[in-house]
């Protein structure tokens, strides 16, 4: 029996299809949500359209901040989204509503083909290759861990941070806060090509960042965990400690001259090293010809020491997806094996434009591990020597195109393989090309707080300019 529109704001306590428990903190339930995209698909194809593709989301979320033992704010977010794109041919058209009523799905869905109408074609446009398509429901990834955590219990925890941070040290004199988020979702996107398909998602978090002060030294820094699962999020308690021990490392921090030594990514940063790889060999940087792997399929890229996988099925993954934003299937993938790049991430789009196949990455990447040749820190200080552990990175003076690359930086001088003092004011340089031939070290210290999954990264040489 099909649902009638003006039952969509009246929603009671839903059952999930998906795994049989009920949420709720939703409105809409997912039976309700492929209701409106199959809708969307209907009003697209009554106007005219060719093809379409329909998503639509709603997500709730609280985020609670103390500072200085005091509740500094409280946040709780309900969100909702209906997006739609339309073909006529190969002329596109996109629009979206945050109202999901009937009228307002009805307006977008003709803003939406009113746009396509007066669009330029594009030979590259349309909807996913079918034979790419997800079939089925694919593996349970568990992905969903609802919080029951209220606004009180959020503020105790948050609070049981910050005087964990406090306590580490007298010279921690000031705080930017701790806070605790919990957020939810669940979304469901079709397309005219028979996909529908959806899930449930969360991601829950605590961070902390206080301030150490000695004499005329002043420093700050954080510390922080994401999880899918509020069971494995590390102890509050932790995150504070860590970032009390970090900010009071920091103090009488100097500079160094310039030199050429090895530098050591530590983990946190080590991820966004291998970020500026990713944005390199994807399909809009590689159509634009904008990237400075132009090229490099099958050839090398990274020393012999570096494996890449994309693994988009690990089970409460923050980046794990049975399908991409496209509906196309995701699959095991080895991106760089001993330092050969095997493959792109592609998009339907990008992919048309490269006379290639989506990788199924429209949306982005799933689950990069970045596995570590059995180095724990400690043993990547000791094969580094004497040169530069980075803790924190500034500016954005990176060239995607000549992979140029120059950022303010401060962390630690190490020499005989152990940390000696702090640094700061410096500048690190050198060229991603070389960068990546020359690592000569992955760490073991692996910290889950996104898609890529990564340990410290030790570089043989860079410029590190100072004084």
Known sequence: MRRCAACYDTQPEINDEFSGVKHEQFSYSPDVLRQLV?????????????????????????NVTVRKGEVETIEHNRDKGFGATVYFGQRRGHASSSDLSPQALRDTMSKACSIARHTAEDPYAGLPDEALLLRGDGPDLDLYHPWPIDVDAAVELAKSSESAALAVDKR????????????????????????????????????????????????????????????????????????????????????????QVPVLFEAPLASGFIGHFVGAVSGGSLYRKSSFLLDSLGKKVFSDKVQILERPHLRKGLGSGNFDSEGVATRDRDIVKDGVLQGYFLGSYSARKLGMQSTGNAGGTHNLLVPSEGASFEDLLKRMGTGLLVTELLGHGINQVTGDYSRGASGYWVEGGTIQYPVEEITIAGNLKEMYMGIIGIGNDIIVRGSRQCGSILVERMTVAGE
């Not at 969307?40 to 979320?61: H, M, P, T």
């Not at 079709?190 to 002043?218: D, K, P, Q, W």
């Not at 069971?231 to 009071?248: C, H, K, M, T, Y």
């Open 38 to 62: 199959a809708d969307g698909l209907r009003l697209a194809k009554e106007q005219g359209a060719s093809g379409a593709e329909i998503d639509v989301s709603e997500g709730y979320g609280l």
């Open 172 to 259: 921690i004199t000031n705080s930017d806060g701790a806070s605790v988020s919990s957020q939810g979702s669940h979304f469901m996107y079709g397309n005219s090509l028979g996909f529908t398909g959806g899930y449930y998602t969360s991601r829950h978090g605590i961070t902390c960042s206080v301030i150490a002060e000695e004499g005329e030294s002043m420093q700050r820094d954080d510390w922080y965990s994401v999880a899918r699962d509020a069971a494995d999020l590390e102890a509050a308690e932790s995150v504070g400690r860590r970032a009390g021990e970090r900010s009071v490392q920091r103090l009488h921090a100097r500079k160094i001259g310039t030199r």
